[in-house]
C-alpha cells in the first residue's frame, strides 16, 4: 500500500514547539470549538479551515496551558463532528505536532495528544493515510508503554495504540507489533539487569487487557499457531482471580474471544505425533492440557456468574461482571453468542452485533468516542463499514461473516 508524502510541520520533532516565543495568547481556542459549529452550520470551507489553523497555530505555542487548550479543543471537534474532507491535507502536519505533545508535554497534553491521534485515525479512515497514522506514532506510543510511565498516560496510549493499528494495520505482522507491545504491560518480565518484574496497576491493566482484546479481534481467519496461545490463555486465566473486579471482567472478555477465534481447539488427530499416528509425550500433551484449561475457565465463569456481593459492594458492577460471565458461560458449554442492539437513528436504523468479536469492537468504539459514538456511525464510513450498517436499512451482523476491517 503507497503511503502519502509526510509534509513537514513547522517544529515537527524538534524544540521548536517548545521554546518558540509566544504569540497573542490564544483565547480563541477556548471558543474555537463554538466557531467550528457556526463554520459548519453555514457550511463556509473557508471558516472551517481558518478554524483549524487557529488550533494548528496554538499547538506550536511555547505554553503549555495554550496547547492543551487547543488539543481539547480539537478532541472537540474530532467527536462532533466529521472533519475528513478538512483534516486530509492537513493530517501530517497535525500528527507531528501530536507526536511532539506527547513526547515533551504534560501528562495531561500527552494524554489529549494521544486520543487525538486515535481520533485522526478513525475520521482519516482505512487507507494510506491511516496506516502512515500508525507508522509515524507507533514508536512514541510504545515508548510510553516501555518507561511505563504516569497510569493516565499509559493507559491513552494503549487506547491509541490499538485504535491506529485497528484502523491503520495492513498486515498480520503490523498488528503482531502492537499486541507485543500490549501484552507486555499485561504481563512483564524482568530484563536482563532488573531482578523483580514490575506489575501495572489495576487501572492499567483493565485497559492493557480491553485494548489487546479489541486488537485482537482483527485477526479474522488468519492462521494461528495454538501451540503459541496455551501461556497467554494460561496466564489469563489467573486474572479471573484478580481482586479488581475490572481486570476480572477484561480478561473474561479475552478469553471469551479465545474461546470464539478456536484459539483452546486442538483435536487428538491435529496434535497427533508424526511417527505413531496417536499422541506423544509433548504434542498429545498440548492437547491434554487445552482441555483442562477449557475446563478450568469454565469453572471460574461460573462461579463468578454467581459471586454473592459482599457487605460494602458495588451492586451495579456486581451485577454487571455476573452478566458478563453468564454470557461466558453460556458461550463455552452451549455455543450461545452474545446479541445486542441499539438504534443509531430514527425508527428503522438499528445497529445489532451477535459475536464475541463484534461486540467487543462495539463496546471499544462506544467508550473511545464517547458522545461522538452516534455522530460517527451514522456519517463515518469506516464505522458503517466495519458494523455494515446501510443507509436505508438495519443489518445485523452475521458470526459467519465476522464485519472487520478488511485490509
Same mark, same amino acid.
Given at each position: 500500500m503507497g503511503r502519502s508524502k509526510k509534509s513537514k510541520a513547522r517544529g515537527a520533532g524538534g524544540d521548536d514547539l517548545l521554546d518558540s516565543s509566544d504569540a497573542d495568547s490564544v483565547g480563541s481556542s477556548s471558543t474555537a470549538l463554538s466557531?467550528?459549529?457556526?463554520?459548519?452550520a453555514t457550511e463556509n470551507v473557508n471558516s472551517h479551515e481558518f478554524v483549524l489553523d487557529k488550533y494548528i497555530d496554538a499547538l506550536y505555542e511555547k505554553r503549555g496551558s495554550t496547547r492543551e487548550a487547543a488539543l481539547a479543543s480539537l478532541v472537540d471537534a474530532f467527536e462532533s463532528f466529521m472533519l475528513g474532507g478538512l483534516v486530509e491535507n492537513?493530517?501530517?502536519? %497535525?500528527?507531528?505536532?501530536?507526536?511532539?505533545? #506527547?513526547?515533551?508535554? +504534560?501528562? &495531561? *497534553?500527552?494524554?489529549?495528544?494521544?486520543?487525538?491521534?486515535?481520533?485522526?485515525?478513525?475520521?482519516l479512515g482505512a487507507g494510506s493515510s491511516s496506516h502512515?497514522?500508525?507508522?509515524?506514532?507507533?514508536?512514541q506510543l510504545s515508548k510510553v508503554l516501555q518507561t511505563w510511565s504516569d497510569a493516565s498516560k499509559m493507559i491513552s496510549a494503549l487506547d491509541c495504540l490499538a485504535v491506529v493499528t485497528f484502523v491503520g494495520a495492513t498486515d498480520l505482522a503490523e498488528t503482531e507489533v502492537s499486541l507485543?507491545?500490549?501484552?507486555?504491560?499485561?504481563h512483564p518480565k524482568s530484563g536482563s539487569n532488573v531482578g523483580t518484574v514490575r506489575k501495572p496497576r489495576p487501572p492499567v491493566l483493565a485497559a492493557a487487557?480491553?485494548?489487546?482484546?479489541?486488537? %485482537?479481534?482483527?485477526?479474522?481467519?488468519?492462521? #494461528?499457531?495454538?501451540? +503459541?496461545? &496455551? *501461556?497467554?490463555?494460561?496466564?489469563?486465566?489467573?486474572?479471573?482471580?484478580?481482586?479488581?473486579?475490572?481486570v476480572r471482567m477484561a480478561a473474561g472478555e479475552a478469553l471469551a474471544l479465545?474461546?470464539?477465534l478456536n484459539l483452546l481447539d486442538i483435536s487428538p488427530s491435529e496434535d497427533a505425533d508424526d511417527d505413531t499416528g496417536v499422541p506423544g509425550s509433548s504434542k498429545g500433551k498440548l492437547f491434554l492440557d487445552?482441555?483442562?484449561?477449557?475446563?478450568?475457565?469454565?469453572?471460574?465463569?461460573?462461579?463468578l456468574s454467581a459471586e454473592a456481593g459482599g457487605k460494602g459492594a458495588d451492586k451495579k458492577n456486581?451485577?454487571?461482571?455476573?452478566?458478563?460471565?453468564?454470557?461466558?458461560?453460556?458461550?463455552?458449554?452451549?455455543?450461545?453468542?452474545?446479541?445486542?442492539?441499539?438504534?443509531?437513528?430514527?425508527?428503522?436504523?438499528?445497529?445489532?452485533v451477535a459475536s464475541w468479536s463484534e461486540l467487543i469492537q462495539l463496546n471499544f468504539f462506544k467508550r473511545f468516542l464517547g458522545r461522538g459514538f452516534l455522530k460517527h456511525v451514522q456519517d463515518n464510513g469506516l464505522l458503517q463499514d466495519i458494523f455494515n450498517i446501510k443507509a436505508d436499512k438495519a443489518e445485523t451482523l452475521s458470526s459467519n461473516d465476522k464485519v472487520k476491517l478488511r485490509h
Open positions: 466557531d467550528l459549529s457556526i463554520s459548519y492537513k493530517y501530517a502536519t %497535525l500528527l507531528s505536532l501530536f507526536n511532539t505533545s #506527547i513526547k515533551k508535554g +504534560s501528562t &495531561k *497534553e500527552a494524554c489529549l495528544a494521544s486520543r487525538a491521534i486515535g481520533l485522526l485515525s478513525i475520521t502512515e497514522t500508525m507508522v509515524e506514532s507507533h514508536p507485543k507491545a500490549m501484552w507486555d504491560v499485561i487487557l480491553s485494548a489487546w482484546t479489541f486488537l %485482537l479481534t482483527t485477526i479474522g481467519s488468519w492462521r #494461528i499457531n495454538t501451540d +503459541s496461545w &496455551k *501461556e497467554p490463555i494460561a496466564f489469563l486465566s489467573t486474572l479471573l482471580g484478580a481482586e479488581d473486579r475490572a479465545c474461546f470464539e487445552m482441555q483442562a484449561l477449557k475446563a478450568k475457565i469454565a469453572g471460574l465463569a461460573s462461579n456486581l451485577s454487571d461482571q455476573r452478566d458478563l460471565f453468564q454470557r461466558i458461560l453460556d458461550f463455552v458449554k452451549y455455543g450461545k453468542c452474545p446479541e445486542e442492539s441499539m438504534k443509531i437513528a430514527g425508527k428503522r436504523d438499528v445497529l445489532r
